[in-house]
T-cell receptor, first 110, second 119 residues
Framework: KQEVTQIPAALSVPEGENLVLNCSFT??????LQWFRQDPGKGLTSLLL?????REQTSGRLNASLDKSSGRSTLYIAASQPGDSATYLC?????????FGKGITLSVRP | GAVVSQHPSWVICKSGTSVKIECRSL??????MFWYRQFPKQSLMLMAT?????????EQGVEKDKFLINHASLTLSTLTVTSAHPEDSSFYIC???????????????FGPGTRLTVL
């Protein structure tokens, strides 16, 4: 059974800082991995999707990397802004299913 | 991008009543939809996979007679929480898979969620 760990559970940084969010998973037999953003009381917004054959994906200030063999993924956020404050979830996908971590709640202070 | 809606966005009901939640794909046809439940500060847990025209597949530990899923069309899946109790209070989120995206597990597009409170 896939288990996904995201540590720390919460993170507070000053505006402008570059930061890395980590995700680890136990079963490396995945097809892809997605990073999502969730605002309080809201649904999910997909940020990046990395296929198992890829090493990284970039979208604007976001860069996600995947090391499938070691069961790790990172989400890099450049020049963080207060609007980036949210919970970030990673979800490796296999057999048509996604398994979610508990997420990292990010607070970017102005 | 693909849009998924849920209705209602929140609902409060009395213990013992049944509540129906709708999930719609607005601009694509979704042969497969997924229902998740999220408790406060917890991860999303997959409850069931809903396939158009066939029975839903439930995850281990999810009572299929309590959480009734119907996927009657390519754009609509419904989740009915029967005889709801306070412990069923949670955030229910659906997602729909766009089969035209071309990847093996395809991109799932998520609805905005439904907050259920059972008194």
């Amino acid at each position: 059974k896939q288990e996904v760990t995201q540590i720390p559970a919460a993170l507070s940084v000053p505006e402008g800082e570059n930061l890395v969010l980590n995700c680890s998973f136990t079963d490396s037999a995945i097809y892809n991995l997605q990073w999502f953003r969730q605002d309080p009381g809201k649904g999910l917004t997909s940020l990046l999707l990395i296929q198992s054959s890829q090493r990284e994906q970039t979208s604007g200030r976001l860069n996600a990397s995947l090391d499938k063999s070691s069961g790790r993924s990172t989400l890099y956020i450049a020049a963080s802004q207060p609007g980036d404050s949210a919970t970030y979830l990673c979800a490796p996908g296999a057999n048509s299913k996604l398994t979610f971590g508990k997420g990292i709640t990010l607070s970017v202070r102005p | 991008g693909a849009v998924v809606s849920q209705h209602p966005s929140w609902v409060i009901c009395k213990s013992g009543t049944s509540v129906k939640i709708e999930c719609r794909s607005l601009d694509f046809q979704a042969t497969t939809m997924f229902w998740y439940r999220q408790f406060p500060k917890q991860s999303l847990m997959l409850m069931a996979t809903s396939n158009e025209g066939s029975k839903a597949t439930y995850e281990q530990g999810v009572e299929k007679d309590k959480f009734l899923i119907n996927h009657a069309s390519l754009t609509l899946s419904t989740l009915t929480v029967t005889s709801a109790h306070p412990e069923d209070s949670s955030f229910y989120i659906c997602s729909a898979r766009d089969p035209t995206s071309g990847t093996s597990t395809d991109t799932q597009y998520f609805g905005p969620g439904t907050r259920l409170t059972v008194l």
